[in-house]
């Protein structure tokens, strides 16, 4: 007896000699979940057995759960609650912070900032100028989180460009560079001398313009940069001397696992080791996450079982092939319903669909799979024809112009308006220059209304092409 107690006093004396040397934290990340609950080998139902399970052999007190965004969009379900859906999963497994990604800016701002407001953790961006955003005062650019005895900040910035995706009036939303950040962050984040530094990206280790290896050249006091956007899995590599990079792929097929050992005694990082967590087809969902969401989840497929039209095809063709004549199809009726509102001349380089043999349910999930981002229509006066024609030829120049229609509405002396998606009017991602300088050197010139998926929906209603007792209501 008197010995075991020994042997326990000595035991003691040993674990807080070790735990003054060395003490540690565990983080976990996923990215670019892009709206996946459900599915056999990845979903946040499947993926929350993981979590949960490596939060319990950590300590919730030791680990940081941690999201590089493209969250709220992507699935039927997301898009028919606007991301909640989402957002009460990342709730219920305690998300300590999210970086939201670019499609995160396809919802409107009005519905982001509420999205933000009821998520519970912190929402870090800070990268962006967004007025919406930021007199709600609901993002901040970095957070000290205390885990494991150790004081660790994590930093969150988006990806750069994104006004580049979506027209929106100059001044409503800016995305700033991500080295010209940091250099304003990092001296509010060495201030609080923080033992352990995250960067936590919506971006890969390369982009245009951009490359992790040398921005933490000029950072080398950040530990760990978790990335995202990308869709690749990146289990673990170093970027620089003391600098680790992890990306946990897409789809909520699997959650990063960072394990951080701080030596005490040096004042730093002293190891870290990474893998990537698998869903697998024998993993099961988590019950109580299940049971949380499971209305949302009916009531999300039944509003996409939701019957508009159908859509007969010239010919028996593959799959892939449908898929492209529906989308031209569909990029016709909403041209059609713009320029019946608008009193239109027709343009249009859509090519023509042919005669029929498929038929094609349409229902409201259906219009969702063509049109997935949220693309609003844009109505924009060009002036001149030299104007038009400039633009003209850059977008028909452009892989962007396949199912993206520009259509001439007026061709009368000096009124060449135009329709288009708010896409092609931000620049197509950087590939219509000339397009995305005129919408922001012109505001006043552009009209956005509703958005594509709406329009057609609403077209595709109005036409009434159904029998009455095919119709299903919801
Ligand atoms: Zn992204």
Redesign the pocket.
């Known amino acids: 007896m008197h010995s075991t107690k020994k042997f326990y006093i000595l035991l003691m004396v040993l674990c807080s000699i070790c735990s003054l040397q060395a003490s540690g934290v565990t983080v976990l990340a996923t990215t670019?979940i892009h709206g996946h609950i459900t599915g056999t080998d990845r979903g946040l139902l499947k993926l929350a057995t993981l979590i949960v399970a490596e939060k319990e052999k950590a300590g919730p007190e030791n680990t940081l759960l941690i999201d590089c965004?493209?969250t709220l969009e992507g699935t039927y379900s997301a898009y028919a609650t606007q991301g909640e859906i989402m957002i009460k999963a990342l709730n219920f497994l305690h998300y300590d912070a999210w970086i939201p990604?670019?499609?995160e800016f396809d919802l409107n701002l009005k519905t982001l900032a509420q999205r933000i407001r009821q998520f519970q953790g912190a929402v870090l961006a800070g990268n962006i100028n967004c007025r919406t955003l930021q007199s709600a005062a609901i993002t901040s650019s970095w957070k000290i989180f205390k885990r494991g005895g150790l004081k660790v900040a994590v930093i969150g910035l988006t990806?750069p460009g994104i006004s580049w995706q979506r027209w929106r009036p100059p001044g409503v939303l800016q995305t700033l560079k991500m080295s010209y950040s940091l250099h304003r962050i990092m001296p509010e984040v060495r201030a609080k001398e923080p033992d352990i530094i995250i960067l936590a990206q919506?971006l890969g280790i390369y982009a245009k313009g951009y490359n992790a290896y040398s921005l933490l050249a000029d950072f080398p006091e950040i530990n760990l940069v978790l990335g995202?956007?990308t869709h690749v899995e990146k289990s673990g590599q170093k970027i620089g001397p003391d600098n680790w990079y992890v990306q946990a792929g897409k789809h909520a097929e699997c959650v990063a696992k960072i394990e951080i050992t701080f030596d005490k005694k040096r004042q730093k990082a002293a190891r870290i080791t990474s893998s990537l967590l698998k869903v697998k087809e024998s993993t099961s969902e988590y019950k109580k996450l299940r049971s949380l969401i499971n209305e949302d989840l009916i009531n999300a497929n039944e509003h996409g079982r939701f019957l508009l039209s159908e859509l007969k095809l010239s010919r028996s063709v593959g799959r892939h092939k449908v898929i492209e004549e529906t989308a031209v199809a569909a990029m016709k009726w909403k041209c059609r319903v713009m320029g019946k509102k608008a009193g239109a001349v027709f343009y249009s380089n859509c090519r023509k669909g042919g005669v029929l043999k498929q038929i094609i349910p349409l229902t409201r999930k259906t219009i969702f799979d063509w049109y997935r981002f949220h693309d609003k229509v844009c109505l924009v006066d060009f002036g001149s024809r030299e104007t038009f024609r400039a633009v003209l030829n850059e977008f028909k120049s452009s892989k962007s112009a396949r199912f993206t229609p520009l259509i001439l509405l007026n061709n009368s002396k000096n009124n060449f308006t135009v329709v288009l998606s708010s896409y092609l009017l931000a620049g197509a991602g950087g590939r219509l220059p000339l397009l995305h300088s005129y919408g922001i050197k012109h505001p006043e010139k552009v009209i956005q209304t509703s958005g594509i998926q709406e329009t057609v929906s609403l077209y595709l209603q109005e036409k009434q092409l159904l029998p009455e007792n095919q119709k299903r209501r919801n």
């Open positions: 670019d965004g493209d990604g670019n499609h990806m919506h995202g956007h």
